[in-house]
């Protein structure tokens, strides 16, 4: 299997040369993107990105299954409540390098090739310094954060633990997203694949060696972790520095470029600030669940891992509509990129009820998957009964804004998303559940917050004069944007 995708890597390589040989002939290349047949290209780029998102979310699971059936429940709860925090400072950095993607694939929608170099070597210094900046920061407040959190002390240990091993690492998940983040903007969604099935399979092998072999227990894993996001980091830099195209990698030429990174902040820093309120709302979740003991706490986290692949679903058709609206964008056919959303919305929710009405089903069988223990697997059983029939809700949310997102307007989305979602979720959490103190009530949060939220952005979607504004920007000459350049 390693061998299998390294020689998809090794043909990935093989295919920048011969494009780069073909010269200025690239440009007459039919673009599917901007050309094709929408709902065919849509499923051509979403598959790669789902397979891959499916990998990324085993990566995860894979963990949390060896952690919870050979180390024990205290050391799933330890794993478990850690995610909402590395979540929070990660998810920010990754937040602000979605305005990257954004940039790059409007530049490559216009076909400017010097502002799309330009582009993807200020992402690569932003992964550069963005991990620097993560990894001290989180090895710093990892233990005040979980007191802050009324961790149990019978797992504060090796949450700690966990944490400082995990940030340790984290210029390699952040160089992975970069990169990951410009083969998607520029059309490539099978790349990141071949490299995170190289990266999961690697997870694999030594999570079974440092914690079942070596007995390193909630070490093991993190570890483990670290070691496979290094190897996906590497491999994405070797596809990025042997391509000729105008989105290769040059290690002298990473450095911030002044005019793409105001432009990257400018897209990047709501959704950055999006992923801090989330993850704030998700940390009052996490330690609301952490007053109900830590056999809720385990529960909670197998739930996570389960409800991760319904969002890696959503997350796909996401990424997807966004890249296709961002280089519609850029190519000025407005009409196919509001096409583009229709058709993504609708292909979105017929799956996600889809996935939803199975999880409901098979509750039970897929939450004995991470543990044993029947009292966790009641409790995460009664979780699924409130999620599992509104996940479908989200599917506005999240194909709206990625539209609004992909034309260059980040703000509102993020506005929207952090009254309507992170708001409502704070507001709920601090005034009804200390009335009604149940697990029940506290997941409750989540359907009500998506339901508003969703009904709002339909709402500005169809009103809001978002495109219009857009595409003014896109105009002015005060304002650097892809089809000026």
Known sequence: MLEWAYACLERGLRIGVIGYQRG?????????????????????????????TFFQQLYNTVDTIIVGQFVGTEALAAV??????INLLV?????????????????????????????????????????????????????????????????????????NVYYLGIIGNLIYNIGTGILRAIGDSRMPLYVLIVCCLANVV?????????????FGVAFATVLSQLISAVLLMIRLMGTQEAYRVELRKIRF???????????????????????????????????????AIAAWAAIGKIDGFIWMVMNAFGIAVTTFAGQNFGARQYDRMKRC??????MCLGTIIALSALLFIFRYQLLMFFTGDAEVVNIGAQFCLVLAPSYFT???????????????????????????????????????????????????????????????????????KWLDRCIKREHDPQHGTATEA
């Not at 989180?138 to 700690?160: E, F």
């Open 394 to 464: 989200f599917v506005f949310i999240e194909i709206l804004s990625g539209a609004i997102r992909g034309a260059g307007e980040a703000l509102q989305p993020m506005l929207i998303t952090c009254i309507g979602v992170c708001g409502l979720r704070v507001v709920w959490i601090l005034l009804m559940v200390p009335y009604w103190h149940t697990m029940q009530m506290v997941a409750m949060n989540y359907p009500v917050s998506w339901v508003i939220t969703a009904v709002i952005f339909v709402i500005y979607y169809l009103r809001g």
């Open 24 to 52: 200025e002939r690239l440009e007459k290349i039919k673009n599917g993107i901007t050309e094709g047949v929408i709902w065919k290209q849509l499923l051509l780029f979403f598959f790669p990105i789902l397979i891959g």
């Open 206 to 218: 030594l999570d079974l060696l440092f914690v079942v072999v070596f007995h390193w227990g909630v």
């Open 91 to 163: 998810g920010f950095f990754v937040g602000v390098a979605s305005g990257a993607t954004v940039i790059i694939s409007q530049y490559f929608g216009a076909n400017d090739r010097e502002s799309l170099s330009k582009s993807v070597h200020t992402s690569m210094a932003l992964a550069v310094a963005g991990g620097v900046v993560i990894m001290v920061i989180g090895i710093v407040t990892a233990r005040p954060t979980m007191l802050a959190m009324g961790v149990p002390d019978d797992i504060m240990d090796d949450a700690v633990l966990y944490m």
């Open 80 to 85: 478990g409540t850690t995610g909402t925090v």
């Open 257 to 295: 470029h002044k005019d793409i990174l105001k432009n990257v902040v400018r897209i990047g820093l709501p959704a950055g600030l999006q992923s801090v309120m989330y993850s704030f709302s998700n940390i009052l979740i996490q330690a609301s669940i952490n007053s109900f003991g830590t056999t």
């Open 341 to 346: 959303t229709r058709v993504g919305l609708g």
